[in-house]
């Protein structure tokens, strides 16, 4: 049961990329402070934010680091059954060289109109470090969970590639993956991201998270999990995970 719950909320989390990002306000103690939040994950499958060193909640973290993200599901007609999820963290920025080049070296794939606000606007990556996370799936379905986050076997030097061969070479497979999956065809898709669960397309300025059939822990299984989706005439249903 738990391992389903963690599972359903890292989906909320990857079909997501955008979130209500509280912090404990610096002007007006005690109280809490909202605001709106793009994300992508890291490496270690934490959320990573870029942020403006004048924003309020910049300030806000400065002073206290304990925050929270609130992710919800996106065009829910029933917002009290949808999935949402909280992270309660400990928000970090970074600041050595090789960790914030590759932040914003999967930032951008994801948010490319940021590479602007990051050099000339004074912003900054920060990581939200996981302390404890609340999922509620729907009625009656609410968790309090440790491990969400999950390590992104993919991140760097094969991810890049893999994210390079599919974009130069296969447009046409990513764009029968959007045919399947019922995505918007108003603009051609991007892959931007690879996960061992499945895999991020950008269309427009919106992100879309499709899930692999089965977990894919190396290149070669998301070689053979891509190429088993460009021939699929349906999308296939994910496995399922054991209670």
């Known amino acids: 049961m738990r391992e389903n719950a ?44 870029l942020i403006s060193r004048i ?52 930032y951008y794939r994801y948010f490319p109109d940021s590479r602007d606000y990051h050099i000339v606007h004074d912003f900054d990556f920060w990581v939200l470090e996981p302390v404890r996370w609340r999922f509620i799936g729907g009625f009656g379905a609410i968790h309090w969970l440790q491990d969400v986050s999950l390590v992104n076997p993919h991140a760097g030097e094969a991810e890049r590639g893999m994210v390079a061969h599919m974009n130069d070479d296969h447009a046409d497979a990513i764009a029968h993956y959007v045919q399947l999956a019922g ?27 499709l899930a ?11 070689r053979q999990a891509l190429v088993q989706l460009a021939r699929a005439e349906v999308w296939p249903a994910a496995r399922p995970v054991s209670a």
């Open 6 to 49: 963690a599972k359903h909320a890292r989906e909320v989390l990857l079909k997501e990329y955008r979130g209500a990002l509280s912090t404990h306000s610096k002007s007006m103690p005690g109280f809490p402070f909202g605001s709106v939040a793009p994300y992508c994950l890291d490496a270690r499958g934490r959320p990573l934010i």
């Open 55 to 106: 924003a309020q909640h910049t300030h806000n973290l400065q002073q206290d680091a304990k925050c929270s993200l609130l992710v919800g599901e996106r065009g829910a007609e029933d917002i009290q059954a949808a999935g949402r999820l909280t992270l309660l963290a400990e928000a970090r920025q970074l600041g050595e060289a090789g960790e914030v080049e590759a932040a914003a070296e999967r």
């Open 183 to 209: 995505l918007p065809t108003h603009e051609p898709a991007q892959l931007v991201g690879i996960d061992s669960e499945g895999f991020h397309l950008r269309i427009g300025k919106a992100l879309h998270w």
């Open 212 to 222: 692999f059939p089965t977990s894919c822990n190396n290149p070669g299984a998301v």
